[in-house]
């Protein structure tokens, strides 16, 4: 078989896939000096391209980008090898530590490990809102739509269509002026949207099975449930994971305890607070794509119907997390060299980008309601972990593993 001839290839993305922390930017150093400088698989300025292209999709950018190298080098066979490489060693260790979380959560006599892990990750998320801000908001416009975007998202955290909704406004937003990147190239071909229709089908009917299951009450309908939510994450989701963590978090945890939600859907998939912050602090110290950190949450989500269906939340969380972000990258990058002379797609990103930057400064502010306000000591603790989180990405080389190392010392001993 031909795809025996890329299996120098594989084992390359192997290494990488147990090697890389850090994050999508981390990610995308270490693919320079791998598949660029080391393997020459491509070159630096494709391996830009690439990126920039995965950057106005949904989804995770960062294994979007590498899948776009195992399809330059064998097609559609080859990528969604890579893609399965890639994913396959963060999702098993996040679905195996999902099994492991009570037995870790329990003190028996000894200090909380996880007691510092949820400023942890606030301060990991308000890191990544600076980072994107430095990039993203540069303007009066882009100024406006994050301010606005903070402020709704804050006061609407448990609406769920205010995500959406927002980031088509950012798009459309940039786009009523076209002072500041103007058309410069005619375009010569129309795109063809067909492709795209597998991606849709899927996305409307998990909806309405979804919906169906809830309305129904089918029994076992958790999973399509988990389904759903999570393909939806997927394919709306744009920033990598450090949007998709407080997504998670309205969806998992904020939105079913609003007691008028839980009488009209009583069996809603949900996630303890507890739960919630250990998995999203812990996918920071292993390597491997933060969107990994679904399969952690599906197995949680489906714990408490035994273990063959915790393995279900496990599979359903990494499958449907990942499955929109290789069906976008797949069928768009045919049409890319056509799609990236529309001056119009670069604008609605700049707004788009303008709305992920709001979503991530409201989502930690809103994160913050969890700290132990009742507790003076504690709360104090928590925001100097937060704090100290922060100063330690912003002026140390440590990279992310050995922070959350600190953070669970620092709840070992205090």
Known sequence: MAIFRHTHFLKAVFFHSISAFGGPQGHLGMMMKTF??????LTEAELMDYNAFCQLLPGASSTQTLTLIGYKRGGVPLAVLTLIIWILPACIIMGVFSFFIDSL???????????????????????????????SVHNTITHCIMLAATCAIFFLFKTPWIFPVLIVL??????????RIPQIEVLTRKIKWANIW??????????????????????????????????????????????????MY???????????????????????????YTGAGMVRAIPGPVFSVSSYMGGIAMKDLGFPMQVLGCIVGSLAIFLPSALLVLFFFPIWSNLKKYATVYRALE???????????????????????????????????????????????????VIVFICLLLGWFI
């Open 198 to 247: 597998l991606f849709a089908i899927i996305f409307i009917l998990a909806g309405i099975s979804s919906e169906l299951a809830r309305k129904n009450n089918w029994p076992h309908r958790r999973p399509i449930n988990l389904f759903e939510n999570t393909y939806r994450f997927g394919s709306l989701v744009f920033g990598g994971g450090q949007v998709l963590i407080p997504l």
């Open 36 to 41: 660029v400088a080391r393997r020459k698989d």
């Open 351 to 401: 707004g788009i980008n303008a709305v992920v930057v709001g979503i991530m400064v409201a989502g930690s502010l809103y994160m913050t309601k969890d700290f132990s306000f009742s507790n003076n000591l504690i709360l104090i603790l928590e925001i100097a972990v937060t704090i100290l989180t922060f100063l330690l990405l912003k002026y140390s080389r440590l990279p992310s593993p």
């Open 250 to 276: 309205e969806q998992f945890v904020a939105r079913p305890e609003s007691q008028k939600l839980i009488k009209r859907n009583p069996n809603i998939v949900k996630i303890g607070k507890n739960d919630f």
């Open 105 to 135: 959560n329990q003190k028996n006599g000894q200090a909380d490990l996880f007691k510092f892990i949820q400023p942890m990750t606030v301060g990991f998320l308000v890191y990544a809102a600076w980072k994107a801000f430095k990039v």
């Open 170 to 179: 950012g798009g459309v937003i940039t786009n009523l002026s076209s002072k």
